[in-house]
């Protein structure tokens, strides 16, 4: 059986799996983020849902980072797992 972490290798061995790859690289860290919150405050997604009004099934996608999500959603989810939102800009620093 192959390992995932193989199938991660080779998929990112081509440049342009890498470059789409490292392109989400927001989302995926937004995702871990999120789900770490919700984890950390030891509730289910479905604990979630009920404390932001909505269904199991939006935050599943608000984790899963498969729509835009508003500020506004953001801050709600955070206040649903007892966390604080902080949006940051980070300047980009050149290589080297």
Not at 1 to 30: G, I
Not at 57 to 72: D, L
Request: glycine share 6%; aromatic share 4%.
């Amino acid at each position: 059986m192959t390992k995932l972490s193989e199938l991660k290798a080779e998929f990112l061995s081509d440049p342009d799996n890498r470059e789409a790859y490292e392109a989400l690289s927001p989302e995926f860290d937004l995702a871990r983020k999120l789900i770490a919150a919700r984890v950390a405050a030891g509730l289910s997604q479905a604990e979630v849902a009920e404390r932001m009004g909505t269904r199991q099934s939006e935050v599943s996608r608000i984790e899963g980072g498969r729509q835009n999500v508003s500020i506004a959603k953001l801050a709600n989810y955070a206040e649903a797992v007892g966390a604080k939102l902080d949006i940051r800009l980070d300047p980009v620093r050149p290589d080297g």
